[in-house]
């Protein structure tokens, strides 16, 4: 389960005090990620959404097993958490590159920040609504009335309400499970490639899941970078989307122990079983490679009509000015290895 950034008064007011604190991009860690190339290659910094876990598959398995390092990469990749601050390390230039949540990355580049999309990590956002197996919510119609503990800011919900006449309650996330176990009628937002493990080792059942892509809310999970870097330095913007897009495909169709092993190192909580079982859910639903059609090709492709889409979704909410975003303003297929 990881947070959005701030509201955009709180984004903004991050923004500037890290510029103030940044007259320049930030030197890269003492210790880099282990197994990125050696020193001397072409610095890439990214940071990532939460801490190392099998969403950043191929990120870990392109360092490990050295396809950053054969493209004359120097890549460091810096733990996230809910304190990331993802986008506005890369608008800042703190950071070159970012994971996050296609919805969060327009809503920065409407307030101004200088950051593009240039690549998919999931096809399909994996935030969830997740429930008990025998709770009698089965539909999103059903949630009138209900109590909800979700993020606040999730542009989701106010599109449920919309899209289905319907309103509920919600409780500020905390990013436990402890609720959902302890209470058989709890709906929570989650990260159904994370989030189901620990209930079930919590003693619970498998949660059952209300898809946001099943209510038309189709979100990507994306790699969001600094504008001007990326106009900058577009052959190494190549050679990174490449090098991370075969580090995916290794992860997913070959032995998975090399970035494991890293992401274990860098987070000791993760165990062989959370990390199988998180692998295994984003292999078999498909996430990476798109859930209808795709394969090995799509991994990394994004589409102009799906932005679009988004944008005029949040348009209809009053989330976005209209006309204030074209496509071709947020995002670029440009550095995506030809098909």
Known sequence: MKPTFPTVLGLLTVVAALMAGCGKKAEAPASPTPGVSPAGGFKVTVQLDWVPEPEHGGFFQAAAKGYFAESGLDVVLLPGGPNAFGMQKVATGQAD???????NVLLAIAEGLPVIHIGAVFQNDPSVLMLHADNPVNRFEDLQGKTIMARPEWAFLPYLRKKY???????????????????KNFIQQGFYIAEPFHIQQGGAQAPKFLYAWDAGFDAYTVLAANKPWVAKHPDRVRAFLAAYIRGWR???????EPAHALMKKLNPNNTDAFLAYSRKMIADERLVTGRVGGGAAQIGRVSKERFQTQISQLEELGILKKGSLTVDQVVTTAYLPPL
């Open 165 to 183: 006449g319907i309103d509920f309650n919600i409780i500020p996330q905390n990013f436990s499970v402890a609720n959902f176990i302890g209470n």
């Open 250 to 256: 290794d992860y997913l169709e070959g032995d998975p």
């Open 97 to 103: 590159i970012s994971q996050a949540d296609s919805t």
